[in-house]
Each structure stands twice: as structure tokens, then as C-alpha cells.
């Protein structure tokens, strides 16, 4: 006798896709079986037609809380995690009061969660200029790895590094370390302006690259692993290949946004497609899609970033005062999917990009497979289904997104959390810690 069995003709397995039934004990996967096997089980469900995935893990969330809840919350974001498909976030250390730049700041951090989260939460910490004592305690507590930034972050309390801190960081922890690799020295302060255009010229590829050769040449000094976040500019890909093909450790993640997202198509005012690093034109977008068909790039993750409609400029348009930062965590796995299948990719691409690789990336093993002995995170998603985005009815809680209107395909329908299904009643997620030693999964 199982708690649970879910049946279905497409089970997105690591092997591959398959017709199977899932069963389910004590949150974990105990067995799978062929799709019409008996099971003894309290809950026998049958998807039919309907995919089975591994729940996505979304590596690259801000949460804001505590301190700028209004822009997004616990509550709010996970909920709208779960709807998405998504069963496991790993919260980004800024932009929440205080940064989780201390083993104190994590506390403050996990008890304004507590009783909140609707999926699983895990905790990334930050590395600014002066905390480098403070990160061996953060780690040992449990975060995923230390995001530093080469460039101005947005929030006065997150300062950027330069690469004498960021190596003098890489010191003091072996630890993952994630990287917003803009230069400042690239980039210019736009003027007040509502054309896209003049915020583009204003943060140029130039910058990313010379950012990503910064990291990668710390990294390699180090001898540290560190992985390049929301990659946007295609230029700076081959600088990643030549250093993976030299031994250096590093991987690089997209976004939805940079890879369905058009500069050449962003009305003048639509400050919701505000980001930073910026979206490129199709060409550059092309690029990153071969990047991930080959493996260059690794996963596809939110950089979930809202702000309030306010911060937006929804008002004035003007990019240069508008927050940076794309509302999308309920929306990544329809979008992308979207997008893929017009290419030419499977759902099994989709699933490899937005669950196990991010799951590997943070050394999660029993998240984002469908596996035996893996947490029972599961989403049933009919892959033909359409809708269109309503922004007023996501989950997020400030009605601000770039696809609000955008007609998508893949719906997302039951989400089980650890063999619970998600119901927006009673959270039941956990918060997770980094469970094994740096280095000893790589992806
Ligand atoms: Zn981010």
C-alpha cells in the first residue's frame, strides 16, 4: 500500500519519456511501475494524455521579504511558484531587509518565511566588499553558494565587488559563487527616456563580456567554481567554452525573458521589460538558444525580480527611473515551452533545462527528477493546452508583467509538493540546506 500512484503516458524520467504509473510513500518516490500496474495505493490518479514532470527547481528567485514585501512576499511568490510548476525556489540573498549577507541576516530571513512558503526554499547568500569573514558561517548554516555583483545592484545595502574582493571572497569559502557579471566600466547611466532603445544603448554587451572574463579569471586563479547568472548577451559565450575546455568550473544560466523577448518589439513606455543585464535583439537570442541546445548554457531560470507598479513607472514610462527586474516565476515553464517546441525542442529539453540541471547546479539530488528515491515533486502539465497571460490573475502579487496578453501554450494543473498537492491552503514547504560538499557534483 502507496499513498499515492499518478499514472501517465508521458512520465518525464532522466532516461527519457515514458508511459508509467509513480509511486509515492512518505513524500518520495518508491517505485515506478508500468502505467496500468496494480498498486495498492490511498490516491490512484490518471493523467492519461496529460505529462508528468518533475516539479521545476527555480534557482534564481527574489523574494524581497522581510523589508520590501510589498514587492513580493513568501506567500506570494511561492504560491505563484507552485502554480507555475515550480516546486523548489532558491531565494536570492538581496533586495529583503537585511541582505543575507550574515548567518544572522539568514535567520531573520528564515523566520519571516516560516509558515509561508507553498513550495520548497532554499537560501543563496551575498558576498559585498568587507563580509568575507561572515561567509564560512553562512555557509555552514546551509546556503547554496554566495551571488556577488561586478556592477551596481540596484539597492544601496548590496554593494558590488571588484575582482580583488571577489577573489579575496573565493578565499575565505569554498563555496559555489554566482555571478551578475556586468562592468561598470561599460555601462552609462541612461537619461530619462521612454524609447527602449536609449536604455539598451546605455547597458551594451561590452559589458557583460568584460565582466564574465573578470569572473572567469578569478575563478580560474581561485581554483573556485562559479557560475555566470541571467546570461544575455550571446558575445560573451565563447569566452565561457574556452575556459570550460582550459578546466575553469564554470556554467551559465538565461532567462525566459532573454530567450522569447525581442529589443526591436519592446514598446516605447513598456517598462515591465525592464531588466538589467538588458533583452537583446533576435539575433543575439538565436544565439542563446544554440547555446543551450549544446550545452554551453546549462539551465533556464526566472530572475524572478517584481517590484510595485509604482517602482515600475508604470505611470511615466521612463525606463532610466524604472526598477529593473521581470515578474516571471508562474509563467517561465508555458513560456519557455512555448518557444522550444516552435524550435524544434522536446519537453524532455525543457524539463533537463528547468529542473535537473538547477537541481545539479545547487547539488540538490533528490530535486527535479522523477526518479526512485527523489522527493515526489511532480506537475501535471497538458503540453497542447493554451491560455492567455492575465496578469491580474497570477499568483505574484503586483500585477506587473512583459507577458501580460502573450497567448501561451502548456497548462499547468495539479502541482504535488513532496506527494502533497499544492492547494494554496495550509504551506507546507520546507526550507532547504545546501546537503553536500562543494565539489563534489558538477554539471
Ligand atoms: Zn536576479
Excluded at 134 to 147: I, N, S
Excluded at 190 to 212: I, K, M, W
Excluded at 288 to 313: F, M, N, Q, Y
Aim: one cysteine or more.
Amino acid at each position: 500500500m502507496v499513498d499515492l500512484v499518478v499514472r501517465s503516458r508521458r512520465v518525464f524520467t532522466p532516461e527519457g519519456e515514458r508511459a508509467a504509473a509513480v509511486a509515492v510513500t512518505g513524500g518520495r518516490i518508491v517505485a515506478i511501475h508500468a502505467y496500468d500496474a496494480e498498486v495498492t495505493a490511498a490516491e490512484d490518479v490518471d493523467l492519461g494524455a496529460d505529462a508528468l514532470l518533475p516539479g521545476l527547481v527555480d534557482t534564481h528567485v527574489h523574494v524581497n521579504e522581510p523589508g520590501r514585501t510589498e514587492w513580493e512576499g513568501f506567500a506570494t511568490a511561492t504560491r505563484a511558484a507552485a502554480a507555475g510548476g515550480v516546486t523548489t525556489i532558491i531565494d536570492m540573498p538581496l533586495n529583503s531587509l537585511p541582505p543575507t549577507v550574515n548567518a544572522e541576516a539568514l535567520k531573520i530571513k528564515q523566520a519571516a518565511a516560516a509558515g509561508q512558503c507553498h513550495v520548497d526554499v532554499g537560501f543563496w547568500g551575498g558576498a559585498i566588499p568587507g563580509n568575507a569573514g561572515d561567509l564560512p558561517g553562512l555557509h555552514a548554516d546551509g546556503v547554496f553558494g554566495f551571488k556577488a555583483f561586478l556592477a551596481d545592484s540596484g539597492v544601496p545595502e548590496f554593494p558590488p565587488v571588484d575582482a580583488d574582493q571577489l577573489a579575496e571572497a573565493m578565499d575565505a569559502v569554498d563555496a559555489l559563487f554566482v555571478v551578475h557579471a556586468e562592468d561598470p566600466e561599460h555601462l552609462r547611466d541612461a537619461a530619462s527616456s521612454a524609447a527602449y532603445t536609449d536604455f539598451l544603448a546605455s547597458r551594451p554587451a561590452d559589458a557583460e563580456h568584460a565582466a564574465v572574463a573578470t569572473a572567469i579569471a578569478v575563478a580560474r586563479e581561485a581554483g573556485r567554481r562559479v557560475h555566470i547568472l541571467h546570461l544575455s548577451a550571446a558575445s560573451a559565450l565563447p569566452l565561457i567554452a574556452r575556459a570550460r575546455a582550459e578546466g575553469v568550473r564554470v556554467t551559465a544560466e538565461t532567462c525566459p525573458h532573454y530567450l522569447t523577448l525581442d529589443a526591436g518589439q519592446i514598446p516605447d513606455g513598456a517598462t515591465e521589460f525592464k531588466c538589467c543585464p538588458p533583452i537583446r535583439d533576435s539575433a543575439n537570442a538565436d544565439q542563446l538558444w544554440a547555446a543551450l541546445a549544446d550545452g554551453l548554457i546549462t539551465c533556464v531560470v526566472s530572475d524572478h525580480s517584481p517590484c510595485t507598479p509604482e517602482l515600475k513607472r508604470q505611470d511615466t514610462g521612463d525606463f532610466a527611473a524604472a526598477w529593473g527586474g521581470i515578474a516571471s516565476v508562474q509563467l517561465g515553464l508555458p513560456v519557455i515551452w512555448t518557444a522550444a517546441r516552435e524550435r524544434g525542442h522536446t519537453l524532455s529539453d525543457v524539463v533537463k533545462w528547468m529542473s535537473r540541471r538547477p537541481a545539479d547546479l545547487a547539488g540538490l539530488r533528490e530535486k527535479g527528477r522523477i526518479a526512485v528515491g527523489a522527493d515526489a515533486d511532480l506537475v501535471a502539465f497538458q503540453p497542447d493546452g493554451e491560455f492567455t497571460v492575465d496578469a491580474h490573475a497570477l499568483h505574484h502579487r503586483n500585477p506587473v508583467t512583459p507577458y501580460a496578453g502573450r497567448v501561451v501554450t502548456g497548462v499547468v494543473g495539479t502541482t504535488w509538493l513532496r506527494g502533497s498537492r499544492v492547494t494554496g491552503d495550509a504551506p507546507r514547504g520546507r526550507f532547504l540546506r545546501r546537503e553536500i560538499a562543494t565539489g563534489t557534483k558538477e554539471i
